[in-house]
């Protein structure tokens, strides 16, 4: 699986932005799917998941509620909207996709980050 992200760009706070992540291959729809975001001089983090049928989604707290991960299967797509978007939401943004048909904290394939940068 092949990913690709896109999306990013420079935001106010309080704006909303959406980010896309592209796949490659026919088994996309067998995979959960991850956002991940690193911000300057800070580990990589969990941001949210999305199940292989995208019935169950999971969030880190600090975007509870303000960002929505979805997907469309068809398309390939995996889709982050993120909303009342604050400084701190600064960061390298990027997907990745799990095994076939797990749900956990295991990510096999990566794709390149897209940045997101929100002015105060």
């Known amino acids: 699986v092949q990913l690709q992200a896109s999306g990013g760009g420079l935001v106010q706070a309080g704006d909303s932005l959406r980010l896309s992540c592209a796949a490659s291959?026919?088994?996309?729809?067998?995979?959960?799917m991850g956002w991940f975001r690193q911000a300057p001089g800070k580990e990589r983090e969990f941001v949210a998941a999305?199940?292989?049928?995208?019935?169950?989604?999971s969030y880190a707290d600090s975007v509870k509620g303000r960002f929505t991960i979805s997907r469309d299967n068809a398309k390939n797509t995996v889709y982050l909207q993120m909303a009342s978007l604050k400084p701190e939401d600064t960061a390298v943004y990027s997907c990745?996709?799990?095994?076939?048909?797990?749900?956990?904290?295991?990510?096999?394939?990566w794709g390149q980050g897209t940045l997101v940068t929100v002015s105060s």
């Open positions: 999305i199940s292989w049928s995208g019935r169950t989604t």
């Open positions: 291959g026919r088994s996309f729809g067998s995979h959960s």
């Open positions: 990745a996709a799990s095994p076939p048909y797990y749900w956990g904290s295991r990510y096999d394939y």
